[in-house]
């Protein structure tokens, strides 16, 4: 007889499935909650693999997904104490005339190609001219592209109003993100030196800095600042220093004249600024000074060369008459936002100069002066600047009341971490389940029934085809384990080889792929497998349950640090881990285990990315080079040596 009060049942008709579920794993009854729990996994088990496949088809629909206009959320300011754009601006026509005449100079020394310690040496005197203090510092440093020197000029205006433990930053590197001479970024940071310097309502001290080069000049600066026991690698310590930095802007001016500012926010390592200074800025650039907004320097659709560059952005084949809908346009614009987001931060690459503050906790973006025929300059720049840092100025403790985890879609719009984050974990979780069911695999397997006579099985007209039964089997994880530690071996002196100055990475490309296929091909790890499955579970379903359970743990927890290199793991760890298995032909082996190769070394053949992704890692600290070597290429050797072994 049931147990259950007329009340409950009342409760049942009304609470549908939540009744249901609460019935099968919280009843009272202790017996048929355990009938309950077995019915349902039994079923999860019976549907295991079509439960996979739509977690992970689900996961990849969502990224396509992502671009949509529905899922995304208008920017707003968090922090009541930065009231953007509530100040007189007091920049002028008479400050935008003395940052041309600067220009003038630049100009000069650029064409009598003047060296690095001469461009510092000129723009410290320059800053001395104002009263602020002001100095250089050298640096050298030698990674596997070479040596790099250069000399950087700084100056700290102190605070009229406080003691300087707080300060702001405003940058300009020599190098603009584009490969030209940023000399109008250069001019513009001068210039407002010697205008703040007028005003004493600076309650932060602002630091003046022009880098050398493009990022290595603000790379070596930032180290002298926060790491002055450190300088190694031949950098200069600071012979002058302030507070602790909390904001930081970065000018980026390389044309004549803009049209509009473009912002870059990743920092190494996919960190991204807090939210609030995007947006106080974007208030500030388009009611201040009149000047529109752009994500990078891609253009909104409702523009002409937007509408181009969006077109452009897809194959000849694609439908012409697609672009009729608008709502077309609008997802490819997102799209492309998202993609090239995606591209800065699954790479760990600051996408300018400002990503090398993050590192200190310090929230910077780059202002990208869009070059165009008109009609801003130095004008609009200069008030945008003031109010921005005006904005700053008001801040009482760090940035923190916005976003920090965020994809910005539009420069009004922005995907929060719940709408974006499900992606790549419904892939992790299909991995996750994919491996636990290679494990519940291992420990048994099916068997003949040698103890159930022939006649019996007559008389209970069962069938000769179902006399089987289940039997447990040893799993021994030992000789898995060791194969998993062998291939990330394999990973770390490929990382160690491409490290190194002399070594030539194409030839490296074209050795290790023939002579990685040929061993997976004879399998010296054959032997390891047991000669009866009966007794013991297989080599290739242990090491696949390593394999799978690694990727999914690997994903789910890159996707809370650096969503979008989560994202590509995903994509290229996803599917070819799950279709991973053993084969009884000898052809299918070798097929299997040629794609698996490709897809683990393949990416050796783009030379000049290798560079640059060691570059980073070796002067800036990036992460991306060691993870793929130490980490991506290890997953797909293993998921090779299961297709390689025989079933």
């Given amino acids: 007889m049931s147990s259950e009060s007329p009340s409950e049942r009342a409760q049942a008709r009304s609470s549908g499935l939540g009744y249901r579920l609460k019935r099968i794993f919280m009843s009272r009854d202790h017996a048929a909650r355990i009938r309950n729990r077995r019915r349902v996994v039994a079923v999860v088990w019976r549907y295991l693999n079509l439960l996979r496949a739509s977690l992970m088809a689900i996961g990849y629909l969502s990224l396509l997904a992502l671009p949509l206009s529905q899922l ?60 602020i203090p002001s100095s250089t510092q050298r640096y050298t440093i030698r990674t596997l592209l070479g040596t790099v020197t250069g000399t950087n000029a700084y100056a700290i205006f102190p605070a009229p109003r406080a003691s300087g433990t707080e300060a702001m930053v405003i940058s300009a590197s020599w190098k603009s993100l584009t490969g030209e001479h940023n000399l109008r970024g250069v001019a513009a940071v001068v210039s407002l030196a010697a205008f703040l310097k007028q005003y004493p309502h600076w309650s932060k001290d602002i630091i ?57 926010r990743e920092g190494l390592n996919g960190r991204l600024p807090n939210q609030d200074l995007i947006n106080s800025f974007s208030v500030i650039s388009q009611h201040t000074g009149g000047v529109p907004v752009l994500l990078y320097d891609h253009h909104e659709p409702s523009e002409f060369p937007g509408r181009e560059a969006i077109r452009n952005f897809y194959p000849s084949w694609f439908p012409s008459w697609l672009w009729e809908f608008g709502s077309v346009m609008d997802y490819s614009y997102r799209a492309k936002n998202i993609l090239r987001h995606f591209s800065y931060q699954a790479r760990g690459r600051a996408s300018a100069a400002h990503g090398l503050f993050h590192q200190y906790r310090i929230d910077a973006i780059t202002l990208f002066a869009v070059p165009s025929n008109g009609p801003h300059g130095f004008h609009a720049l200069g008030r945008i600047i003031e109010s921005t840092l005006r904005t700053m100025n008001n801040l009482l403790e760090r940035l923190h009341a916005s976003f920090f985890f965020y994809i910005m879609t539009t420069p009004s ?32 397997v099916e068997v003949e029934d040698e103890d159930l006579p022939l006649e019996k099985a007559k008389a209970t007209d069962v069938a000769l085809t179902s006399r089987k039964k289940w039997v447990r089997r040893r799993r021994d994880l ?4 060791m194969v998993a530690v062998a291939s990330h071996l394999v990973g770390l002196t490929l990382f160690v080889l491409i490290s190194q100055a002399w070594f030539d990475i194409s030839q490296l490309a074209l050795t290790i792929t023939p002579l990685c296929w040929v061993t ?20 290739h379903i242990l090491l696949k349950v390593i394999n799978m359970c690694l990727a999914s743990t690997l994903i789910s927890v890159t ?17 070819p881990l799950s279709l991973a298995s053993s084969s009884r032909s000898s052809p299918a082996r070798v097929v299997k285990c040629a794609l698996y190769t490709v897809l683990a070394f393949g990416w050796l053949f783009m030379e000049e990315e290798v560079k640059q992704a060691m570059w980073d890692w070796q002067v800036l600290g990036v992460w991306f080079a060691p993870l793929v070597c130490l980490i991506y290429v290890p997953f797909v050797l293993q998921a090779g040596i299961v297709s390689s072994l025989t079933s």
Avoid: C
């Fill in 413 to 444: 719009s922005f995907l929060k971490i719940g709408s974006y984050l499900p992606s790549a974990i419904l892939v992790a979780t299909a991995l996750m389940f994919g491996g636990l069911g290679e494990w519940v695999n291992a420990g048994w």
């Fill in 208 to 264: 003046f800095v022009v880098s050398d080069n493009y990022l290595d000049g603000m790379h070596a600066w930032l180290s002298a600042y926060h790491r002055p026991s450190s300088t190694n690698q031949g950098i200069e310590p600071l012979s002058i220093a302030s507070g602790v930095i909390w904001t930081a802007l970065n000018i980026d001016y390389p044309g004549h004249s803009f049209s509009h500012l473009g912002v870059f």
């Fill in 559 to 575: 996707s809370v640090l650096n969503f979008s290199l989560a994202a590509l793991l995903a994509v290229t760890l996803g599917i």
């Fill in 520 to 539: 997976l091909v004879l399998a010296p790890w054959k032997p390891l497998t047991p000669q009866s499955a009966v007794h013991a579970a297989p080599l």
């Fill in 72 to 131: 995304s959320t208008g920017t707003y300011v968090d922090e009541n104490a930065l009231q953007p754009s509530q100040v007189n601006s007091y920049w002028n026509w008479g400050d935008a005339y003395r940052a041309d005449s600067f220009l003038e100079d630049l100009k000069l020394l650029l064409d009598r190609n003047a060296s690095s310690t001469e461009r510092a040496t000129f723009l410290a005197t320059e800053f001395a001219k104002f009263g």
């Fill in 478 to 481: 030992l000789d898995a384990f």
